[in-house]
């Protein structure tokens, strides 16, 4: 559900246009053409982030206290991780970015600092339970 | 005793016991507790103050 909802909300950012969808659905109307877009966008979006909410919310075999430590040390981690990117990105778009094309460059960035507080925390969490679980099968 | 087995007895991974012993992680005082019944030992003998800590 994750990865298929990623390529899909990828694909359509970089690919899907008003034009592409006239082309493949005949006879449709321009509004309703940026309306299958935005929805196809949005469920896309949803789906990937409910994807992640099932990896990142599901136990562990055995939740013991110090799955729970590792938890938090990985929102931690994570929380530094967004706001390092916001403070970065914001310095960007505002000093150096002019944008022609209205907000569009804020929207991403606002799409992109969910995801990568999410992406951040289960990857943080997953290795190092790993690395821990790889020295304890060492000994 | 093993590890396993350890972990068994007082309800967490192995993984934990392996993090406890090596110093990666401090555990809780009800876990130390727990230890310290399943081992039969008193706590002052299995854990102590470092320098670090004071």
Request: net charge negative; aromatic share 16%; proline share 2%.
């Amino acid at each position: 559900m994750m990865p298929a909802g990623l390529i899909i909300w990828i694909w359509g950012q970089l690919k899907l246009s008003q034009d592409s969808i006239a082309k493949y659905l005949i006879g449709i109307e321009a509004e309703n053409a940026h309306l299958l877009k935005v929805t196809i966008l949005v469920i896309s979006f949803f789906s990937c982030l409910l994807g992640m909410f099932f990896l990142v919310f599901s136990k562990e075999k055995e939740e013991d206290e110090y799955v729970v430590d590792l938890r938090l040390k990985s929102f931690q981690l994570a929380a530094f991780v967004q706001m390092t990117f916001f403070l970065i990105a914001f310095i960007y778009m505002f000093l150096f970015k002019k944008e022609p094309s209205g907000d569009a460059g804020l929207e991403l960035f606002l799409i992109a600092s969910i995801f990568l507080f999410w992406f951040s925390y289960i990857s943080c969490f997953q290795f190092s339970i790993f690395k821990n679980k790889l020295q304890a099968n060492e000994e | 005793m093993t590890q396993q087995a350890l972990a068994e007895a007082i309800g967490v991974s192995r993984q934990t016991i392996f993090a406890i012993e090596t110093g990666k992680y401090i555990p809780s005082a009800i876990l130390v507790l727990k230890l310290s019944r399943a081992l039969s030992k008193p706590v002052e003998s299995l854990f102590s103050l470092e320098k670090i800590d004071g």
